[in-house]
């Protein structure tokens, strides 16, 4: 139940300033006796929340080392067209460790290990004529009214 402050300041009062007992505080606003001892006490207030700290208990050491072996290992493979997705280690989880808990959770875990990989970018640069780059190509062009796939050459200079 989410106590406003103004409730809480109601609680206080009937507790403080009438003198009125947990018990008929409780009965009156028709709320819990936990909740009127807690506000009573005066050391939970409704403005100040507690943190969230519990850190989650299914991605153990272990299972996060075998996420990063596989991680590894499709690296290592190099194929660009069959990487290993992050379902597919989920069902490797759960076939292999036996592990119980949802797709989205291993789908998240594999995001932060992907995004800890340091990526490096290195721009090539050339002088004028130094270097060219090569590529072959199709295209359908009309030639005297008549459609034809012709090859393509490109050679631009860097």
């Not at 006490?41 to 969230?52: H, I, S, T």
Request: with cysteine; hydrophobic share 35%.
């Amino acid at each position: 139940m989410i106590i406003d402050v103004d409730l809480y300041q109601k609680i206080r009062e009937m507790y403080t300033v009438h003198q009125m007992s947990q018990r008929a505080i409780a009965r009156e606003l028709k709320i819990s006796r936990n909740t009127v001892r807690k506000y009573c006490k005066g050391d939970n207030v409704p403005w100040e929340r507690k943190k969230y700290s519990r850190e989650p208990d299914v991605l153990t050491p272990d299972v996060m080392d075998f996420i990063r072996q596989c991680i590894k290992q499709y690296e290592a493979e190099g194929i660009k067209k069959q990487q290993h997705t992050d379902r597919r280690i989920y069902h490797r989880l759960v076939e292999e460790k036996g592990f119980k808990c949802g797709e989205s959770t291993v789908r998240l875990a594999v995001q932060q290990l992907k995004d800890e990989i340091p990526k490096a970018f290195v721009p090539l640069e050339f002088d004028p004529g130094e270097a060219a780059q090569v590529d072959w190509g199709e295209a359908t062009v009309y030639l005297d009214n008549k459609k034809v796939t012709i090859n393509l050459f490109y050679v631009p200079l860097l």
